[in-house]
């Protein structure tokens, strides 16, 4: 299993919280570059219909790639100050997400391992310690209501209409493939299921951006070295051991013993294209060059092989 899926699967099972409150229940459950400017989920055509709900070629609705609030959000005519209100909403919720996963990737693995390992006891004291970590994101409250706040009664109408028509279908579905196959077609776990569903998306995201350009930032420096294949598969072994280790918080020894090695593998010319990059390369704290005692390298991601 893959380190990132680990990480998604694990922080998923908060969804139990008020992280699972992003995800809408069904009409009979429930009463009454921004981040708006993402993919579009509107139909093609010159007066594309306000839904969510959208049919691949075999009749199978489309799993929309964000919390339904949100894509129900994006379809909604706004005006310039509602549409600020609901991108700052999403981006604070992005934000205090980005910080949990950054900040308990050691604790989200072990949980994951110790539920795949069937050990209930530590799974169970690692969630209530990671459930602890993500009071942040439920003290905002479900995203529905956050959003919803920002919106004018008019448009909250259409708002919940949206999301309820989208949740529906995918509950009508599921209660024509289950009667199609002739299985109990249970509620509960149907909406448990959504909620995992949509919780693991949005940790999955969070991953990408909180590791997603210190790859991006690897990968360009192993290309600039023009290295061979074996130099290059012995530094992203060093690389991906210094992450295993440290989870992304490595101290400025381990950045030096990770410098140290990866020098070990390097030719002269490329010692040097290394160190021009480092003398070039701002710091993140107050944008200078890194002092020659705390030298920085990118550290790489556990990859999706692994």
Do not use: C, W
């Amino acid at each position: 299993m893959t380190k990132s899926f680990t990480t998604i699967t694990a922080l998923a099972l908060l969804a139990s919280g008020a992280i699972a409150q992003q995800t809408s229940k069904p009409a009979t459950d429930q009463p009454g570059q921004s981040p708006l400017a993402g993919p579009s989920v509107q139909r093609k055509g010159s007066q594309p219909a306000k839904t969510l709900v959208e049919r691949d070629f075999e009749g199978k609705i489309k799993k929309i790639d964000v919390p339904p609030p949100e894509a129900a959000a994006r379809l909604l005519d706004l005006d310039e100050a509602a549409r600020k209100k609901i991108d700052d909403i999403i981006t604070q919720r992005h934000a205090i997400l980005d910080k949990i996963v950054a900040d308990n990737l050691r604790l989200i693995v072990e949980l994951a391992g110790a539920r795949e390992s069937g050990n209930r006891e530590d799974a169970a004291r690692l969630l209530a310690e990671l459930t602890e970590q993500a009071q942040p994101l439920r003290d905002l409250g479900p995203l529905q209501r956050q959003i919803q706040g920002a919106l004018t009664k008019e448009q909250v109408d259409q708002f919940v209409k949206l999301t309820q028509e989208y949740t529906n279908a995918l509950v009508e579905e599921a209660q024509a493939e289950a009667k199609k196959t002739g299985a109990d077609f249970k509620m509960r776990e149907f909406i448990r299921s959504q909620i995992l569903a949509a919780v693991g998306g949005e940790v999955r995201r969070s991953y990408e951006r909180v590791v997603g350009q210190r790859a991006a930032d690897f990968e360009a420096l192993l290309k600039s070295l023009n290295l061979s294949q074996e130099q290059e598969s012995k530094i992203r072994r060093i690389a991906a051991d210094s992450f295993q280790k440290t989870y992304g918080k490595e101290s400025p020894a381990e950045r030096a013993r990770v410098i140290a090695l990866v020098f070990r593998e390097l030719d002269e010319g490329q010692r040097k294209s290394l160190l021009k990059q480092f003398a070039g390369a701002p710091d993140k704290k107050d944008g200078k060059g890194p002092s020659p005692a705390r030298p920085s390298v990118p550290v790489e991601p556990p990859s999706k092989d692994k």
